[in-house]
């Protein structure tokens, strides 16, 4: 059972690059999420999905782009990247609604933009 | 809103030492809790969580965490520090009408031989 598979594992772009950021889980989960992470910052929420066609803003969207084709995947698209998307960038599912049942998480993908 | 707040960004123990990571919560009713842990270049695993019945969790790897609604608080507790506990360890809440998480800002734990 593979849970959540994030790829690339490490990226670096730069300025100005686009880029896709593979997220894909096998637990037929409805609730898909995306995080960035940044040292002593916590999580910050990008997007999240509670199914297939339906995407909704976090608390930091700005530069970013996702769509959810299927349940299983929930791809992040950088547009135009900068310096201060430099993060590492994971994705997380949900099994239940209302986050009582918490959330699985990729390993991550570690960008850099130089 | 519901929010999280770790006050301690770093704490140090020596292997062998009693462990207790601080977390208190901002939300109106009883939230759901979760405490998640990071090894350096890992993602985040799941160690407890907490929504209803006994306040007291137990959990993966010999935590656990006792919910305090008096105090807003879900604190994690290891009786006996191992060097592999050496990690990132985030608190995290969820309110029941929302389909989000809300995450603290994690608490580093350095173990000493």
């Known amino acids: 059972n593979a849970g959540v598979t994030q790829t690339p594992k490490f990226r670096i772009l730069k300025i100005g690059q686009s880029m896709t950021l593979q997220c894909t889980q096998d637990m037929n989960h409805n609730y898909m999420y995306w995080y960035r992470q940044d040292p002593g910052m916590g999580l910050k929420l990008i997007y999240y999905?509670?199914?297939?066609?339906?995407?909704d803003k976090g608390e930091v969207p700005n530069g970013y782009n996702v769509s959810r084709s299927t349940t299983e995947d929930f791809p992040l698209r950088l547009e135009l990247a900068a310096p201060s998307q430099t993060s590492v960038y994971f994705c997380?599912?949900?099994?239940?609604?209302?986050?009582?049942?918490?959330?699985?998480f990729g390993s991550g993908t570690r960008l850099t933009v130089v | 809103a519901q929010s999280v707040t770790q006050p301690d960004i770093h704490i140090t123990v020596s292997e062998g030492a009693s462990l207790e990571l601080r977390c208190n919560y901002s939300y109106g009713a009883t939230p759901y809790l979760f405490w998640y842990v990071q090894s350096p270049g890992q993602g985040l695993q799941l160690l407890l969580k907490y929504f209803s019945g006994d306040t007291l969790v137990q959990g993966i790897k010999g935590f656990e965490a006792e919910f305090k609604r008096s105090q807003s608080s879900f604190n994690l507790r290891k009786p006996s520090v191992h060097w592999s506990d050496a990690a990132e360890y985030f608190c995290?809440?969820?309110?029941?009408?929302?389909?989000?998480?809300?995450f603290g800002k994690g608490t580093k734990l350095t173990v000493n031989p």
């Open positions: 995290a809440v969820g309110a029941g009408g929302s389909e989000k998480l809300v």
């Open positions: 999905s509670v199914g297939a066609g339906i995407t």
């Open positions: 997380a599912s949900s099994s239940g609604g209302k986050t009582r049942h918490g959330y699985t």
